[in-house]
C-alpha cells in the first residue's frame, strides 16, 4: 500500500508560480508511474501530466504543456508538478496518483493509489 501526500497548493495571481510536492510512505515510488490529475468544483477529474518510473518520459495536457513540467526524485520518494504562467482557469484540487504499472497513462481509472489533493486558486 502507497499513501500519497500532496503539498504546496495555494492562493496566486495569474502568471505566477506554483511547486506542487507529493510525497509517499510505505513504499517507494520508483517502481511505480505517476500522474497529476485535476478537479475543479462540477467537473470531471481532468489529466495534467505523467511521468513513468524511470522518469525517462514525460506526458502533459494541451492545456498546460509548456507551463507545467513534472519531475520526480526517487531517492526522495516524491513528485513534483512546477507549474508557471498559471491561469484562473487552472484553478481545481490537484492530486498525484500512482500507477502499479510504471507508466504514465492518461486515464485516470489507470492509477492504483491517489492523495487526498491540494488547493490551487488562480486570481485573475
Known amino acids: 500500500q502507497v499513501q500519497l501526500v500532496e503539498s504546496g497548493g495555494g492562493l496566486v495571481q495569474a502568471g505566477g508560480s506554483l511547486r506542487l510536492s507529493c510525497a509517499a510512505s510505505?513504499?517507494?515510488?520508483?517502481?511505480?508511474?505517476m500522474g497529476w490529475f485535476r478537479q475543479a468544483p462540477g467537473e470531471e477529474r481532468e489529466f495534467v501530466a505523467s511521468i513513468t518510473r524511470s522518469g525517462v518520459t514525460t506526458y502533459y495536457a494541451d492545456s498546460v504543456k509548456g507551463r507545467f513540467t513534472i519531475s520526480r526524485d526517487n531517492a526522495k520518494n516524491a513528485v513534483y508538478l512546477q507549474m508557471n504562467s498559471l491561469k484562473p482557469e487552472d484553478t481545481a484540487a490537484y492530486h498525484c496518483?500512482?500507477?502499479?504499472?510504471?507508466?504514465?497513462?492518461?486515464?485516470?481509472?489507470?492509477?492504483?493509489?491517489w492523495g487526498q489533493g491540494t488547493q490551487v486558486t488562480v486570481s485573475s
Open positions: 496518483a500512482a500507477n502499479i504499472g510504471g507508466l504514465g497513462p492518461r486515464l485516470a481509472s489507470s492509477y492504483d493509489y
Open positions: 510505505g513504499r517507494t515510488l520508483s517502481t511505480y508511474g
